[in-house]
């Protein structure tokens, strides 16, 4: 079921595209989807198991994780996404998610820190286009330290390789 702290998030929400998705989490999982909605009947498997294991340890940071050339998130995550951030929801599901780009990564961060939410970006450190990508937690964004310090790992644009952080931002390690 949805979290306490989760439910307080949700009741914050007035985006319609957001208010949409409420309806369909409750679920019998920390994302608040409904299991058979999001995996197997018997079970979550592969990265959305190892996803729930993340949000266990993190239960109250929107997870952003990399899905190839996408960060994506699910449940309430993804309702916080298109909330805060102005996504459309995928499929009209509980899904949400933007392109590995080091702007577009920022941008999210600053909205839902702006928000005072915290997120966990996991990203994936195997090679490109291999079938099982390891993931790791890159970095905790809060509020208070709210730049992504790994932007350099990012492109920049679509074509472009690198990343940029805005001025006058606070970096904190």
């Known amino acids: 079921s949805v979290l306490p702290y989760w439910r307080e998030q949700l009741a914050r929400v007035d985006r319609l ?23 197997s009947s018997s079970g979550p498997t592969g990265l959305f198991h190892q996803a729930l294991q993340w949000k266990s340890e993190f239960p109250n940071c929107v997870l952003l994780v990399q899905v190839g050339d996408f960060f994506e998130a699910w449940g309430v995550d993804a309702v916080m996404l298109v909330q805060w951030c102005g996504l459309n929801p995928m ?11 080091a702007a577009n990564l920022q941008q999210t ?11 966990a970006v996991f990203v994936q450190t195997g090679q490109p286009g291999a079938a099982k990508q390891p993931r790791v937690l890159r970095q905790i964004v809060t509020p208070g330290a709210p730049t992504y310090l790994h932007g350099h790992e990012l492109r920049k644009s679509r074509d472009e390789a690198g990343g940029e952080f805005a001025e006058g931002r606070p970096y904190i390690a």
Not at 91 to 101: D, L
Request: aromatic fraction near 6%; charged fraction near 25%; proline fraction near 7%.
């Open 91 to 101: 499929s009209r599901k509980p899904r949400a998610g933007f392109p590995v780009i």
């Open 17 to 39: 595209e957001a208010m949409r998705l409420i309806p369909q989490l409750g679920g019998d999982n920390l994302f608040g989807w409904l299991r058979h909605k999001a995996s």
């Open 109 to 119: 961060l600053d909205s839902l820190t702006r928000a005072d939410l915290s997120v």
